[in-house]
């Protein structure tokens, strides 16, 4: 079985500024995904990136990008330039890459982030 | 626009009532998950439907049922609700890697 950890409940970021959340899983698998996905005050979970455990280069998007350590176990999400709107609680997903039935998510605890004026 | 609704947004139930938590996709989506989330608990799966009239556990399926009769709706069902049931409910489909969640219902059972 999976399991991923966020050692971080709660953090606290200055608007512009840089922050960066952890996460480490542990697995027995070669091929999966992992996934940082943010759930803002209005609930709706959305997809911040995907790292596929068999690329190398670490994944981005706009302000948003990862350092993913295959042999460590560690996938921390850095968010750049904070904004007022990126304040979410933030989960970090390991998923299984699976032929036939479906992919299933297994979800750390979160991370409630804050960004602040 | 991928689009998954959940029913309600709020539920107050009330110990030993049926429950049902509706989720709807329009995405044409073989694969539907219930998840439920507690504070410091994280998301955890409930129920998965890779087809109509198929599903499988996840990791906390006691006390929930599932239905799946057509391919675009996914019942999550509570037979006869307990306090420890209050939580948020979030609904989710998918093809693949991508998981599409809906907006969540927050279930309380008074």
């Known amino acids: 079985a999976q399991t991923v950890t966020q050692s971080q409940p709660e953090m606290s970021v200055q608007e512009a500024e840089t922050v960066t959340l952890s996460c480490t899983y542990d697995?027995?698998?070669?091929?999966?995904?992992l996934f940082w996905y943010k759930q803002p005050p209005s609930r709706q979970m959305i997809l911040v990136i995907r790292?596929?455990?068999?690329?190398?280069q670490n994944a981005t998007e706009n302000r948003f990008s990862v350092n993913f350590q295959k042999a460590a176990k560690s996938f921390s999400l850095k968010i750049s330039d904070s904004q007022l709107g990126d304040t979410a609680m933030y989960f970090c997903?390991?998923?299984?890459?699976?032929?036939?039935?479906?992919?299933?998510?297994?979800f750390g605890t979160g991370t409630r982030l804050q960004v602040t004026l | 626009d991928v689009k998954v609704t959940q029913s309600s947004r709020y539920l107050v139930k009330r110990t030993g009532e049926k429950v049902f938590l509706e989720c709807v996709q329009d995405?044409?989506?073989?694969?539907m998950f219930w998840y439920r989330q507690d504070p410091g608990l994280g998301l955890r799966l409930i129920y998965f439907?890779?087809?109509?009239?198929?599903?499988e556990k996840g990791d906390i399926p006691e006390g929930y049922s599932v239905s799946r009769e057509k391919k675009e709706r996914f019942s999550l069902i509570l037979e006869s609700a307990s306090t420890n049931q209050t939580s948020m409910y979030l609904c989710?489909?998918?093809?693949?890697?991508?998981?599409?969640f809906g907006p969540g219902t927050r279930l309380t059972v008074l």
């Open positions: 989710a489909s998918g093809e693949s890697y991508e998981q599409f």
């Open positions: 697995t027995s698998e070669n091929n999966y995904y």
């Open positions: 790292q596929e455990a068999y690329k190398q």
């Open positions: 997903a390991f998923m299984k890459r699976n032929t036939g039935t479906a992919s299933k998510l297994t």
């Open positions: 995405m044409d989506h073989e694969n």
């Open positions: 439907s890779y087809d109509v009239k198929m599903k």
